[in-house]
């Protein structure tokens, strides 16, 4: 080996005794390429340039600038460059002008790009024509002595930044020419142990050259499919360690661009994300690294602290997004993925409980705010893709495994005082989730639950929740249950009036919260509770009005009538107010019996299981919202339920309810109006 380093690199104590190492690497590069030519490099090039590419995969600085269409792209993350978009035929589809961060452009990538949205200068589906055989019998042995020295370099950590520097400047050279690219993916593949320690050097090398290594990578995975899964391996072995780098520091501070470059061009593609979920379990990874993050951000009672969102806030967005486009792309077989997942929505069950501000006001940090919404966006759009039909299932396990987390979740119940407390710990849990028992779900006699929103901890974060409320919604729609046949079989074990009071109790607390917040009772508190507030009014925050409410009118269907508008007017503070006594409680009385009472109807009236279809469902919605009010398209739809505004309907169902008016409509019945000689 020593010898062999000898005739393709300068020794160590050469690059010692140079004035400047990296040009004596580049020079030596030279002298490769006039080998692997057998003459002038720039003329063989030139000569094999021909001006046409399957890829543009230009690369994007912050400075630049590309353009979005969600006609074309496979993906909303895709972006093109200015020049491919010109070149281009997008006369009436769906354009954004989008800011790149360090990223390529996907003109000519038949896995982000449909093939009509290519430019005149890509067409992604062009054959490569194979180097001849002279000058590939010229280039591999010459290549193959190189990376196998690139390789020893990088392990033994000696000069690796101007070497690899100067290798990086001769490929990316070469790989203008989409045969020597080809080519080089090939060899680079065949090299022993190369792409796992070039993966791994991001730790190693400096800032601007991982950017250069990113860039050859990327041109390479795109060019050449067989090379694209064998690197997609060795990112997915690799992607774990990043995560474990980051809870070893206590934060996500160095982020490693190899993770945020490639998880997305490769998990987008669905016949790697296919290979990879089927023989190297890829949601199983991504799973284990959300739990591992978890683990290291929760507090003693299992629920994630607010200093999670500072410390792995970005590394956790990135791993959901990664799991959802990876259950977008193919589907999954569920194995043991419902259980971890379970878990981790424990984890996020209850985080951040808010009490209401008696005294002075309380300010705190709300910085980092996006990244609880983020994830709960996130989870919302999983816990869909988990029930409906992304996933081989059986709903009733699923439900039943469910309910367990749930019951595990709400605590300890004390009889004697009422109140729910002492969430268990993070290792007990883990223990009865693997139970088959039931605790406070399973109690045949109602319960006397002692709270008082807002002096008491509330927390409108309720994915368990959420997520039964999704499974349960989905078994009604594939199947006729009787009501034997709910508690007899899909929840065995539960006894409706232990499970009424319990699953009830949360949703009704964070309706409870929102309106005392609209009532006023929450203004000496800080910021938080109104970022809360307006996430829970957000039809398209974690779906949690339309959630909550499906639970509360479950819990209606079993739970003993009396006892449950009890519970309700307790939570609301209004036990005394059916005693006729004429003074006010409070000034947040009548506001407060507006609420409550528009609950109760909505409880008994909103029904999704009515008999009515999707369309009719939409039809009434778009009715509630233009009753009220005028509105514009977009603010119609963020009004709307996602489920419903996404429906592929919309557009027929608004043009047969509504109709539209434009700018200079509205001016002419305005003039009308307003001039009245």
């Known amino acids: 080996m020593e010898n062999t380093e000898l005739v393709i690199l300068p020794t160590d104590e050469d690059a010692a005794a140079a004035e ?29 340039d021909t001006g046409e590419h399957r890829l543009c995969s230009a690369s994007w600085t912050y400075d630049d600038v590309g353009y979005s269409c969600r006609t074309c792209g496979l993906d909303p993350s895709r972006a093109i460059c200015v020049p491919c978009f010109q070149n281009g035929n997008h006369t009436g589809h769906d354009c954004s002008l989008v800011l790149a961060c360090d990223s390529y452009c996907d003109c000519g990538d038949v ?43 990088l392990e033994s950590n000696k000069y690796v930044n101007e070497l690899t520097a100067a290798i990086l400047e001769m490929l990316l050279l070469l790989c203008n020419i989409e045969s020597l690219q080809s080519f080089i993916a090939m060899n680079i593949m065949s090299s022993a142990g190369l792409i796992e320690i070039l993966i791994k050097s991001e730790m190693l090398l400096k800032k601007d050259i991982v950017k250069e290594l990113l860039h050859l990578l990327m041109k390479l995975i795109m060019v050449d499919g067989s090379f694209k899964y ?152 999983i816990n869909s893709l988990f029930v409906g039909g992304a996933f081989d299932i059986c709903c009733s396990t699923l439900s039943y495994e469910c309910v ?56 409108i974060h309720l994915p368990l929740h959420r997520f039964f409320s999704v499974v349960l919604q989905n078994v009604l729609r594939k199947c ?63 779906e949690g009005l339309e959630s909550d409410l499906f639970l509360l009118q479950f819990c209606a269907a079993f739970a003993p009538a009396d006892l449950y508008v009890k519970r309700i007017l307790e939570r609301f503070e209004l036990s005394e107010y059916l005693s006729l006594h004429l003074e006010k409680s409070s000034e947040y009385e009548p506001d407060l019996v507006r609420e409550m009472l528009m609950l109760l109807v909505q409880i ?58 434009g700018p200079s409509d509205w001016k002419e019945v305005c003039v009308n109006y307003f001039i009245v000689f």
């Open 604 to 661: 008994v009236k909103e029904r999704q299981f009515c008999g009515l279809t999707t369309s009719q469902i939409l039809k009434r919605e778009i009715i509630y919202k233009l009753a009220v009010e005028d509105m514009t398209r977009n603010k119609l739809i963020e009004s709307i339920p996602k489920h419903y505004s996404q429906s592929d309907n919309f557009e027929k169902n608004l043009d047969m309810v509504a109709i539209y008016s």
């Open 230 to 381: 064998v690197f997609a391996r060795e990112f997915l072995n690799y992607y774990p360690s990043v995560v474990k780098e980051s809870i070893k520091k206590g934060n996500d501070r160095r982020l490693m661009p190899m993770l945020y470059n490639f998880s997305r061009a490769l998990f987008v593609d669905p016949s790697i994300t296919r290979r990879l979920v089927e023989e190297e379990n890829v949601l199983g990874i991504l799973f284990t690294c959300v739990e591992d993050l978890f683990v290291a951000s929760a507090g003693d009672n299992g629920r994630l602290q607010s200093t999670m969102w500072e410390d792995f806030g970005e590394i956790t967005m990135h791993i959901f997004e990664d799991i959802e486009v990876v259950i977008k792309n193919v589907t999954v077989p569920l194995r043991d993925l419902s259980r971890t997942w379970l878990r981790i929505l424990s984890f996020v069950q209850e985080m951040h409980p808010i009490k209401r501000q008696v005294g002075t006001h309380a300010e705190e940090e709300t910085d980092n705010m996006e990244v609880p919404r983020s994830m709960s966006y996130h989870i919302s759009n």
């Open 111 to 153: 896995t982000a790009w449909k093939h009509d949205g290519f430019c005149s200068k890509h067409d992604g589906t062009r054959d490569i024509k194979p180097l001849q055989d002279k000058l590939a019998n010229s280039m591999r042995p010459v290549l193959v002595e190189l990376f196998k020295c690139w390789k020893n370099k």
């Open 404 to 459: 367990k987390a749930i019951d595990i979740c709400l605590g300890f119940y004390n009889p004697a005082s009422g109140k729910l407390t002492d969430p268990i710990e993070s290792q007990s849990r883990m223990h009865l989730l693997a139970s088959s028992d039931l605790r406070l779900l399973s109690l045949s006699e109602w319960p006397n639950i002692a709270c008082e929103v807002g002096l008491d901890e509330i927390s």
């Open 480 to 542: 006729q249950l009787s009501r034997s046949d709910v508690f007899g079989h899909l929840l065995k074990g539960c006894y409706t009036n232990g499970f009424s009071a319990f699953l009830m109790e949360h949703p009704l607390r964070a309706r409870v919260f929102s309106a005392q917040f609209g009532a006023g009772m929450w203004g000496k508190n800080d910021d938080i509770a109104r970022i809360y507030f307006d996430w829970y009014l957000n039809p398209h925050w974690l």
């Open 20 to 48: 400047n190492v990296q040009s004596l690497y580049q020079q030596h590069m030279v002298h490769l390429q006039k080998l692997m030519f057998d003459g002038d490099p720039t003329e063989a090039l030139a000569q094999m």
